[in-house]
């Protein structure tokens, strides 16, 4: 299929360790309802797995938009203005999100089972043009594993901690990214060669997709 231009928005969560089970819960069902409005291509939401939650956070938001004017009736949506106030703020202690326009060759929704693979950059000073066209030539050296792989660069900034550079690779299910992890490791020091001097620093996350809310009468 051709490129489809479009509007990758990320959101991390971290919850307070105090915070109540059932209130966390009441947090991810609630942003994942988000997925019925209209403006909303695509949307996802869960906990972030553990072996890759040492950045402190615990939850992440992935949604997509068919255009900016979209993402920002989303932001100012009554119903997302709503959850954000009564369900993520009294219980999270860090939030950070990241927005940027991504070419996709691939369907817009991540199937439920995929597993996903969410890098933020923070460039070093004057390098973020760099950084982006190496991770175009990254993308085009993916390993089959990844069946969709976005990257571009932030322009939301007021609550990104000054990452600049989001990059996302989506796997069939958690088997293929761990196998990926596995046996693709001289690639994956190639990349990291290539990419590293560029950054002051990264924050990486891997999530699983989780299956649609079920429909309500």
């Not at 927005?99 to 439920?112: E, Q």
């Not at 958690?174 to 060669?193: F, N, P, R, T, Y």
């Amino acid at each position: 299929m051709a490129a489809v231009a479009t509007i990758e928005h990320v959101v991390l969560f971290k919850v307070r360790d105090s915070t109540d089970p059932s209130k966390v819960d009441a947090m991810v069902s609630s942003l994942r309802s988000l997925a019925s409005l209209d403006i909303v291509a695509y949307l996802a939401a869960g906990p972030v797995l553990p072996h890759r939650s040492a950045t402190g956070f615990t939850h992440l938001l992935h949604s997509r938009y068919r255009s900016k004017a979209d993402l920002a009736a989303y932001s100012d949506h009554p119903a997302h203005v709503a959850v954000v106030k009564e369900n993520v703020l009294p219980i999270c202690e860090d939030i950070m999100s990241m927005d940027w326009v991504a070419d996709l060759d691939s369907p817009t929704a991540a199937p439920p089972g995929s597993a996903m693979r969410l890098t933020l950059s923070k460039p070093k000073e004057g390098a973020t043009t760099e950084l982006t066209e190496t991770l175009a030539q990254v993308k085009l050296s993916a390993p089959a594993a990844v069946t969709q792989a976005s990257y571009g660069e932030n322009f939301s900034p007021a609550r990104a901690k000054g990452y600049g550079v989001g990059l996302l690779a989506v796997f069939s299910n958690l088997e293929e990214l761990k196998a990926m992890d596995a046996g693709e490791k001289d690639l994956m020091e190639s990349v990291k060669e290539k990419v590293l001097p560029l950054l002051e620093s990264f924050i990486v996350v891997d999530f699983e997709v989780p299956p649609p809310p079920a429909a309500t009468l």
